[in-house]
């Protein structure tokens, strides 16, 4: 079973940093894109940074210049540098990938189970 894990959540005050870990795991054939959304209460899940297996980079305009999502293929493992973090920052944050297993070498679609990031005086 292939499987996404998300780390390195946590309550931090306005402009400071966090890395977040999304670690791909199970009967993995190959990793393609990986991404990062974030869904604060009350509004609709969001489009952070995505990273394809090449290395290309795509962010949107609220964190350009902010984040930086990063990729270890070796280890399937994909990061989020948060810095100079908002208030409006705050969010669970999601993993996304598109992998294929080593069952029948299909590309689906995979998701986290979100981790939290605070930002807070």
């Known amino acids: 079973q292939v499987q996404l894990v998300e780390s390195g959540g946590g309550l931090v005050q306005p402009g400071g940093s966090l890395r977040l870990s999304c670690a791909a795991s199970?009967?993995?054939?190959?990793?393609?894109?990986m991404g990062w959304y974030r869904q604060a209460p009350g509004k609709q899940r969001e489009l952070v940074a995505t990273i394809m297996r090449a290395g290309t980079t795509n962010y949107a305009d609220s964190v350009k210049g902010r984040f930086t999502i990063s990729r270890d293929n070796a280890k399937n493992t994909a990061y989020l540098q948060m810095t100079s973090l908002k208030l409006e920052d705050t969010a669970v944050y999601y993993c996304?990938?598109?992998?294929?297993?080593?069952?029948?070498?299909?590309?689906?679609?995979?998701w986290g189970q979100g981790t939290q990031v605070t930002v807070s005086s």
């Open positions: 199970g009967r993995i054939f190959r990793v393609y894109a």
């Open positions: 996304n990938s598109e992998m294929s297993s080593g069952g029948d070498y299909v590309r689906r679609d995979y």
